[in-house]
């Protein structure tokens, strides 16, 4: 399989790029404005070119080996509705997606893949952000589709939703499909976590995953401005007690022989999960390292794009790209 090329922006910890590469696709520039995202990706793949630098300020004239790539990808910090715009950090958002589309417009990619907010496909709140990118994306010859995956379809033990743009030049769009459900049943958070959770001698982690029996709710990396690292908001955090789980802080070791699970009692009886079991949860492969201390690593994993997803999508794409190109009408083929 020959490997088409790449430039990912706002790369985080890796997860599209990690599923792309398994997809087929090779990695000409990595884009991350955080020393820790741009640590964890070095550190994973030592030959990647990673590049520390804000999207804002990057100027692609400088890096001419991106041009005529043929994908770019980009696994953009969640975007706000309009309602909410007027947030300074809802702006800077919104200019991280418009830089998207008008990097495209430099570098011209055979094909583009923005992942965001399931609202951000069709939310009535969304449409002022989705009408700035159709007008773009339209001037530039491309066709697109808006379209929802929730990682839970492709063997992710959670319910995380995401929203899709993918565009494509317009000889290659007729060939494209979404990525269909690549599991029959989804995979529940105790039988993705229970060899982890008995790794300490923990004497009941067998009886804990007996009844861990749905997926994980959506992980939240939060904020970096404020918190430490727990498992999200209110609602996310009573999902997680139902299954026995203290959502209100990360772990730093899996639970020893003499912990004693009784989440009746509340959260002391509960047990927590570590961020090496929250990467599990993200679709991320054991031996996939995380730069930085506790609550960065969480932050990271959390803002990540689950790798089988991208893998699911980027042989989507790959296929669309590497398709025969239909015949030209008048014209017949000489056998």
Known sequence: MSELRFVDVCAGAGGLDLGLEHAGFEPVLLLDKKPVACDTLRRNRPTWHVLQADLLDF???????????DLLSAGLPRVKSSATVARTESEGELRLLEATVYLAHAVRPRALVIENVPGLVGAPDFEPIRDLIHKELNHLGYRFRWFLLNAADFGVPQDRRQGLLVALKK?????????????RKH???GRALRRSMAMGGWRDADRWAAQALSVAPTLVGGSDRRGGADLGPAGTKKAWARM?????????????PDFAWAPETGRHGMVRITTDQAALLQGFPSDW????KKTARYRQIGHASPPPVARALGLAIRAALTAPAPPVAGYTSIP
């Open 59 to 69: 100027a692609p004239s400088r890096h001419r080996e991106i041009y005529d790539i």
């Open 187 to 189: 995979l529940p958070v």
């Open 171 to 183: 000889q290659h769009f007729d060939a494209f499909r979404p990525p269909e459900p690549t599991v």
């Open 244 to 256: 026995g789980v203290d959502g209100g802080t990360v772990a730093d070791n899996v639970p020893g």
């Open 289 to 292: 390292g995380f730069a930085g």
